[in-house]
C-alpha cells in the first residue's frame, strides 16, 4: 500500500475540525445524559407515581430502537408537526434519547447494590432522607456504577459516527466525503481509524484509572 | 386537521414494502446472529486456555471492535476490500461479513466470561473423578455456561438488530431505504410521509427488539434466583 503522506498532512486541519464537532457532540450528549440518568434513576429509586411507570416506558423505548431511526425521525420527520430544530440539537437531542436510558440503568444498578446494612444504620443514627440519599447512597452508588457509566460515555462517543446521516460533517461522515472527492479511500480511512484512537484510547485509560481511584468509596463487604 | 397524512402508510403496497424492507434487516441480522455465535463460541473457548499469544491477539481483536465504531468498519471494508480483491462485494454482503465478525468477537467475550464465572470447584471436582479435558467441557463446564450466557447473547443479539439500521449508508434496499423511497414519491401528494413513515419504523424496530429484551431479562432473572 502505497499512501500518498502529502494527501494525509494536507487534510490534517479537515480531520482537526471534524474531531472537534465529534468532542463537541460527545461531550454534550454524555453530559446530559448523565444529568437524565440521574434524575431518572432517584425518581425510580423514590417509586413516584406516574413518573415511574412513564420512564419505564421511556427506557425500554430508547433501548430497543436504533439511533439512526431516532436521528431520522427528530430531524425529517418532527418538522412535519411544527417542531424544528438544528441538525446539531438534532444530534445531542438523539444521542441524549439514546444515552439517558443507559446511564439511568447504570446509576439504578448502583443504587440498589448500595448494600442494606449501609441504609440501615444512616437511618439509626437518625439522618434524614435527604442526608441519607446525599451522604450515604448517592456517594456510594455512584462509585459502583462508575464502570458502566465510563462504558457508556465510550458508547456514547462512537454512537456520534452516524450523525452523518442527517448531514452533520463528523470524523465519519468527513472521511467518507473525502474518499467521493478524491478517491484516496486508504488515506482517509487511515486517518479516521488513527482519530478514533487518538480520542477513544486516552478516555479509555482514563477510566479505569478513575475506577481504580473511586473503589475505596465502597464500604461493606 | 384534515388530512393527518398516516394514510401514506397504507397507500398501494407501501405497508407491505416496509415490511419487505425490515424482513431485509432482520435477514441480514440474524445470518450475522448465526455466524458470529458459532465462531465467538469457538473464540471464546480458545481464550479461556492458558496461551498467552493466543490470548492477547484475540483481546485485540475484541477491542479493535470495541474501539473502531461499526459504521466505520462497514465503510473500511466496503471501500477498501471490495475493490482490493476487484470484486463486487455487495453491500449486503459487507453488512454480513462485519457484523459476523464484531458478534464473534463481543460472543467470545461472552462466552469467556460465562466459562470464568463457573466455581472453580466444578472443574477440581470433575478433574478428581477422572473426566478428561473433552468430557469436562461437555459435560460440566458447556452445559452449564449456556444458561450464563443466554441473557447476554439475546442482548447481543438486539444490538445487532439495531446496528443493522446502518446498512442502509452503505446502499443496502432494507427498510430505512424503503421508507426514504416512499417519502420521497409522495413529496406532493403525502407532504408529511417523514413524519409517519419514520415514527413507523422506529415502531417496527421497537416491535422487533422488545420482546428479546424482555426475554433477556426473564433469563436473567430466572437464573439468579
Not at chain 1, 18 to 23: E, G, K, N
Not at chain 2, 22 to 46: D, N, P, Y
Not at chain 2, 113 to 133: D, F, I, R
Request: net charge positive; hydrophobic share 55%; with cysteine.
Amino acid at each position: 500500500m502505497n499512501l500518498d503522506w502529502n494527501y494525509i498532512y494536507e487534510n490534517l486541519p479537515l480531520y482537526g475540525e471534524a474531531m472537534w464537532l465529534t468532542v463537541k457532540l460527545a461531550f454534550w450528549a454524555v453530559l446530559l445524559s448523565l444529568l437524565v440518568g440521574l434524575a431518572f434513576s432517584i425518581i425510580l429509586h423514590y417509586k413516584v407515581k406516574g413518573l415511574q411507570t412513564l420512564i419505564r416506558a421511556y427506557i425500554e423505548l430508547s433501548r430497543n430502537t436504533p439511533l439512526l431511526v431516532q436521528l431520522f425521525f427528530l430531524y425529517y420527520g418532527l418538522p412535519k408537526i411544527g417542531i424544528h430544530m438544528s441538525e446539531m440539537s438534532c444530534a445531542i437531542v438523539g444521542l441524549t434519547f439514546l444515552g439517558g436510558s443507559y446511564m439511568t440503568e447504570a446509576f439504578r444498578s448502583g443504587i440498589e447494590a448500595v448494600s442494606r446494612v449501609q441504609i440501615e444504620s444512616g437511618l439509626s443514627i437518625g439522618l434524614s432522607r435527604m442526608q441519607l440519599a446525599r451522604h450515604v447512597i448517592l456517594p456510594q452508588a455512584f462509585s459502583i456504577s462508575i464502570p458502566s457509566l465510563g462504558a457508556n460515555a465510550i458508547f456514547l462517543l462512537k454512537e456520534t459516527s452516524i450523525v452523518g446521516a442527517i448531514s452533520l460533517l463528523d470524523l465519519t461522515n468527513l472521511a467518507k466525503d473525502l474518499i467521493g472527492m478524491f478517491y484516496k479511500t486508504e488515506e482517509s480511512l487511515l486517518m479516521l481509524v488513527a482519530a478514533y484512537l487518538i480520542l477513544i484510547l486516552p478516555l479509555s485509560f482514563l477510566l479505569t484509572w478513575i475506577e481504580r481511584k473511586v473503589r475505596y468509596a465502597e464500604f461493606g463487604d | 386537521m384534515r388530512n393527518l397524512g398516516i394514510e401514506v402508510l397504507f397507500q398501494g403496497s407501501n405497508f407491505l414494502r416496509l415490511l419487505g424492507g425490515l424482513l431485509v434487516t432482520v435477514e441480514i441480522a440474524f445470518v450475522s446472529i448465526l455466524i458470529g455465535t458459532v465462531l465467538g463460541l469457538l473464540m471464546g473457548l480458545l481464550r479461556t486456555l492458558k496461551s498467552g499469544a493466543l490470548r492477547f491477539i484475540l483481546r485485540l481483536y475484541l477491542e479493535a471492535f470495541r474501539i473502531i465504531p461499526i459504521l466505520v468498519w462497514l465503510y473500511v471494508v466496503y471501500f477498501i476490500f471490495t475493490p482490493m480483491m476487484s470484486v463486487e462485494i455487495s453491500g449486503e454482503l459487507t453488512a454480513v461479513l462485519v457484523f459476523s465478525l464484531w458478534g464473534a468477537a463481543e460472543m467470545g467475550d461472552i462466552v469467556r466470561g460465562a466459562l470464568e464465572s463457573l466455581p472453580k470447584h466444578q472443574l477440581e471436582s470433575a478433574k478428581a473423578l477422572g473426566l478428561s479435558s473433552a468430557q469436562i467441557y461437555r459435560h460440566i463446564l458447556i452445559p452449564q455456561a449456556i444458561r450464563r450466557m443466554l441473557p447476554g447473547t439475546i442482548n447481543l443479539a438486539t444490538r445487532m438488530i439495531k446496528t443493522t439500521s446502518l446498512v442502509v449508508l452503505i446502499g443496502v434496499i432494507e427498510v430505512v431505504k424503503v421508507g426514504q423511497q416512499i417519502i420521497e414519491l409522495g413529496v406532493i401528494k403525502a407532504p408529511n410521509a417523514s413524519f409517519w413513515v419514520y415514527g413507523f419504523i422506529f415502531i417496527l424496530f421497537f416491535l422487533v427488539c422488545y420482546p428479546l429484551s424482555k426475554l433477556s431479562k426473564r433469563f436473567e432473572r430466572r437464573w439468579q434466583s
